[in-house]
């Protein structure tokens, strides 16, 4: 079992930054991948940032070069740093974590953006 602890979200302006965190606890040795998702209202989940244990990253093209994914393996966290902040990035964001056999998320962390 793997246990996800997310923090960071809140209320920003249109252009401001926001860094997201997340804490994984548990069976962080079978972790491979750890990413972020978001959902708004009446919207599917969807990939917003992931990372492999080695560091390589991936991103939707709606946040390419605004925000950035990190992991610090030895204090088994994962960041997701939010700059040039739209309203269209209002969402519940989501932190998780792929194993070989499960995927596991935090509770989610609002993030509103306001124009």
């Known amino acids: 079992q793997v246990q996800l602890v997310e923090s960071g979200g809140g209320l920003v302006q249109a252009g401001g930054s926001l860094r997201l965190s997340c804490a994984a606890s548990g069976s962080i040795f079978s972790i491979k991948d750890m990413g972020w998702y978001r959902q708004a209202p009446g919207k599917q989940r969807d990939l917003v940032a992931v990372?492999?244990?080695?560091?390589?990253?991936n991103y939707a093209d709606s946040v390419k070069g605004r925000f950035t994914i990190s992991r610090d393996n030895a204090e088994n966290t994962v960041y997701l740093q939010m700059n040039s902040l739209k309203p269209e990035d209002t969402a519940v964001y989501y932190c998780?974590?792929?194993?070989?056999?499960?995927?596991?998320w935090g509770q989610g962390t609002q993030v509103t953006v306001s124009s």
């Open positions: 998780n974590a792929h194993t070989w056999t499960h995927d596991y």
């Open positions: 990372i492999t244990r080695g560091g390589s990253t």
